[in-house]
Nanobody, 115 residues
Framework: QVQLVESGGGLVQPGGSLSLSCAAS????????MGWYRQAPGKQRELVAS???????NYADSVKGRFTISRDNAKTTMYLQMNSLKPEDTAVYYC?????????WGQGTQVTVSS
């Protein structure tokens, strides 16, 4: 079984911070999470941040300077540190991994930024 599990979402006030994590596991092979996506109500799913196997990062313009993507040494757990959160960051956040032309998604974790 291949699985991606996100955690760390919740309700936070504007200006606050949250840290998300994504844990990857596979029964017969290892998968590596590569990026965070989010989907707000009525909107398309969008890339938030990605990280290559070599450590190169890419961020959506809307989160640059506020969010930081990182990964553990085994590259099986991925994190998203979110600072200075805004109401427009409210969305379901998803973890994505790709292996051998197969795409894997987590179940998502809800992030709500509201006072």
């Amino acid at each position: 079984q291949v699985q991606l599990v996100e955690s760390g979402g919740g309700l936070v006030q504007p200006g606050g911070s949250l840290s998300l994590s994504c844990a990857a596991s596979g029964s017969w092979f290892t998968i590596y999470p590569m990026g965070w996506y989010r989907q707000a109500p009525g909107k398309q799913r969008e890339l938030v941040a990605s990280m290559s196997s070599g450590g190169n990062t890419n961020y959506a313009d809307s989160v640059k300077g506020r969010f930081t993507i990182s990964r553990d040494n085994a590259k099986t757990t991925m994190y998203l540190q979110m600072n200075s959160l805004k109401p427009e960051d409210t969305a379901v956040y998803y973890c994505r991994a790709v292996r051998q032309n197969r795409e894997y998604w987590g179940q998502g974790t809800q992030v709500t930024v509201s006072s």
